[in-house]
């Protein structure tokens, strides 16, 4: 049965609940996501969200820490329309009802993370995300116009291509139409036609063998939109936080946030020595790639299975008001910050690149619109300034809402959209076939494709990938569409573009570090 909705989102995170919130007010929206609609990457978001609210802050500083921290690879113009809506953006998400921590005058209580040259990061103590999550969901579970189809798994975008037409119009581009998406309660693909359709599904942690994300953090809406042939750019540079609590039972990672560093607290190796001086003048508050590349250097030379954070001097008082999540987490593994190091392990953390957005967070597919981690928008540049990643996503769906209202009064519905066709498909014959591809992806992408990369890594990887791509194609055509060979496929997808792009940027920037090409 076919569902209509003027407005379709993909995604539950901040970028999907602000930008329904926003496109309301206008039309139906029809909201999917893979699980809960709590369970998002922005969820995860331990640090904060940075803004420039402080009046011995400008925009200018904010905008030069930004740059540099992206290389000088960013869009310039980008970066300064995103700083300079930040602030209303943030009076946004506290009218939602998002509370951020204050002193005790009422002001804000602003933190200092890597890479930035003033205090500006906005927290919740060390839940920033789960709090900006909490009250927008609680806002979207109360509107009457917004539609939440939780366990809905999205396979493919629809276009002209599942009409049997060849790309026609008068520009040549290509029209998103809507969505199949997998009922994973039922079993059955819903096709959902929408007039506009907005992608916000996060990002790709989960190729890799250690995370930060999620496990959806498969990179959906990027693959969804590489098959429908949109742009895609930028998927090299991909960041590893640097400190992952070092556990190796638990997946995905615990994250340890950056403003520990900005508290106070030091790297250091199991000589209890620091080491962070050697790389780079800033020290234990150098940029995540830096400070990543560091780690990873010293585990090698040392031999290794992680490096050490050194917490004791931040107070009691400091780690109960503003760390109280890792404070017990780390109590339950037996670890006292207060006067034991915690180990710490780089893990991937966020994408950099993604779907190509413009400054009006339209794709080059007609009518999808994107926002959030799954982009590409030219803010970051060859690498992401802490704390940028959840006022992009909300200063973005805003501008998509915005003009997403706009677009639709010239769409008209697509009727004759067919049912997703089961014919010729069966049960896969065994589901290790897709487990086993999945944990070979995960290692070739962590061995070869991680923090730091060389020419025989990348091609040795393309060519293992080659086998698992052609398994996996096969076993897919073959088998009734299911959430894991869905998740596996687009896996493979983002692992091909991710090595493909890092072949082709050669030289070392950022995110992207290749030893032969220093």
């Known amino acids: ?91 946004s998400l506290m009218d939602w009802g998002t509370h951020f921590d204050k002193k005790s005058d009422g002001k804000l209580d602003l933190a200092r993370e890597g890479g930035h040259s003033e205090y500006r990061i906005l927290h919740h103590k060390d839940n920033t995300g789960f709090e900006i999550q909490r009250a927008l969901t609680e806002q979207v579970k109360n509107h009457n116009n917004i539609q939440v189809l939780e366990y809905h798994f999205a396979i493919d975008i629809i276009t002209q291509h599942h009409l049997g037409q060849k790309i026609r ?56 939109v590489y098959r429908a042939k949109g742009l895609i750019e ?16 638990e997946r995905p990672s615990f994250l340890i946030t950056e403003a520990l560093r900005g508290s106070g607290a030091i790297l250091k190796n199991h000589k209890n020595e620091t080491f962070m001086d050697k790389y780079d003048k800033r020290g234990s508050l150098a940029p995540r790639d830096i400070v990543a590349r560091a780690i990873d250097s010293e585990m090698k030379s040392e031999g290794e ?61 007609e009518n999808l619109f994107a926002a959030g981690e799954v982009t590409s928008t030219g803010l970051h540049g060859a690498n992401r300034l802490a704390s940028n990643s959840l ?21 008209n519905y697509n009727v004759d959209i067919p049912e997703w066709n089961h014919k010729g498909t069966n049960e896969p014959e065994e589901m290790i076939l897709i487990t086993q591809n999945h944990k070979e992806l995960m290692q070739i992408m962590s061995n070869y494709v991680g923090i730091v990369r060389s020419d025989l890594r990348l091609n040795r990887a393309l060519r293992r990938l080659e086998i698992i791509y052609e398994e996996t194609e096969n076993l897919y055509r073959r088998s009734i569409v299911s959430k894991e060979i869905c998740e596996l496929r687009n896996a493979i997808n983002i692992a091909y573009l991710t090595i493909k792009m890092a072949k082709q940027r050669g030289k070392s920037i950022g995110l992207h570090y290749n030893i032969d090409h220093l």
């Open 391 to 411: 006022v992009e996503a909300i200063v973005y769906s805003e501008i998509a809402a915005e003009n997403s209202v706009e677009s639709i009064k010239n769409v």
């Open 234 to 249: 930028n998927m090299e540079f991909v960041q590893f936080h640097p400190t992952a609590l070092y556990n190796p039972l």
């Open 305 to 365: 299975n992680f490096m050490l954070l050194d917490g004791t001097r931040i107070t009691a008082l400091e780690w109960e008001q503003h760390f109280p999540n890792i404070l017990k987490k780390c109590s339950d593994l037996g670890i006292d910050v207060r006067k034991d190091y915690i180990p710490v392990i780089p893990a991937a953390h966020y994408l950099v690149g993604g779907i190509k957005v413009n400054k009006t967070a339209r794709s080059t597919i």
């Open 169 to 224: 119009r008068k520009t040549g581009g290509v029209e998103c139409y809507g969505v199949y998406a997998l009922d994973l309660k039922t079993d059955e693909v819903r096709t959902i036609i929408s007039k506009s359709t907005f992608i916000a599904t996060g990002g790709v942690g989960n190729v890799f063998q250690t995370t930060t994300n999620p496990t959806i953090a498969t990179g959906d809406g990027i693959a969804m």
């Open 1 to 91: 049965m076919k569902k209509y909705t003027q407005f379709l989102v993909l995604g539950s995170g901040i970028a999907g609940l602000s930008y329904a919130l926003k496109v309301a007010k206008y039309g139906k929206v029809i909201l999917l996501t893979k699980t809960r609609l709590e369970e998002t990457n922005t969820s995860y978001a331990q640090g904060g969200i940075a803004a420039v609210t402080d009046k011995f802050d400008s925009y200018e500083k904010h905008i030069n820490d930004t740059l540099i921290a992206g290389a000088n690879l960013n869009d310039e113009s980008i970066v300064k329309m995103v700083v300079q809506k930040a602030p209303s953006s943030i009076k």
